[in-house]
C-alpha cells in the first residue's frame, strides 16, 4: 500500500469525518441551552432541519454506496442534527391564522 493510498483511503476520510462531526455538533450546546431556557430566542431551527436532511443523505448513500467511510463519518452528525431538529422544533411557537 502506497502513501497516497494510506493518505487518500483513511487519513483523509478521517480528517473529514472529524470536520463534519465538529461542524454539525456546534448548534448542540445552543440548542441544549435553549431547552433549558424553555425558549428558542433567536436561535434559528430552520438550518437544523435542512442538516437533518443532508445528513441523513450522505448517511443512506454511504449505506448504498458500501463506502464505511461516508457512512460512519456522518452517523455523529446525523444524530446531532436530530437532536437539535426535534428540540428546536418541540420549542417553536405554534401560532395559526392569517397574518401569523
Same mark, same amino acid.
Request: with cysteine.
Given at each position: 500500500?502506497?502513501?497516497?493510498?494510506?493518505?487518500?483511503?483513511?487519513?483523509?476520510?478521517?480528517?473529514?469525518?472529524?470536520? =463534519?462531526? %465538529?461542524?454539525? *455538533?456546534?448548534? /448542540?450546546?445552543?440548542?441544549?441551552? +435553549? @431547552?433549558?431556557?424553555?425558549?428558542?430566542?433567536?436561535?434559528?431551527?430552520?438550518?437544523?432541519?435542512? =442538516?437533518? %436532511?443532508?445528513? *441523513?443523505?450522505? /448517511?443512506?448513500?454511504?449505506?448504498? +454506496? @458500501?463506502?464505511?467511510?461516508?457512512?460512519?463519518?456522518?452517523?455523529?452528525?446525523?444524530?446531532?442534527?436530530?437532536?437539535?431538529?426535534?428540540?428546536?422544533?418541540?420549542?417553536?411557537?405554534?401560532?395559526?391564522?392569517?397574518?401569523?
Amino acid at each position: 500500500m502506497s502513501a497516497k493510498d494510506i493518505i487518500m483511503g483513511q487519513v483523509f476520510p478521517i480528517i473529514g469525518g472529524v470536520l =463534519a462531526t %465538529v461542524m454539525y *455538533a456546534s448548534p /448542540v450546546k445552543a440548542t441544549y441551552m +435553549a @431547552r433549558k431556557n424553555g425558549a428558542l430566542g433567536d436561535l434559528n431551527p430552520f438550518p437544523f432541519a435542512v =442538516a437533518l %436532511v443532508c445528513t *441523513a443523505t450522505w /448517511v443512506a448513500y454511504g449505506f448504498a +454506496a @458500501r463506502d464505511y467511510n461516508m457512512f460512519l463519518a456522518n452517523i455523529p452528525g446525523f444524530t446531532a442534527t436530530l437532536y437539535t431538529t426535534v428540540t428546536s422544533h418541540a420549542l417553536a411557537n405554534r401560532k395559526v391564522g392569517a397574518g401569523h
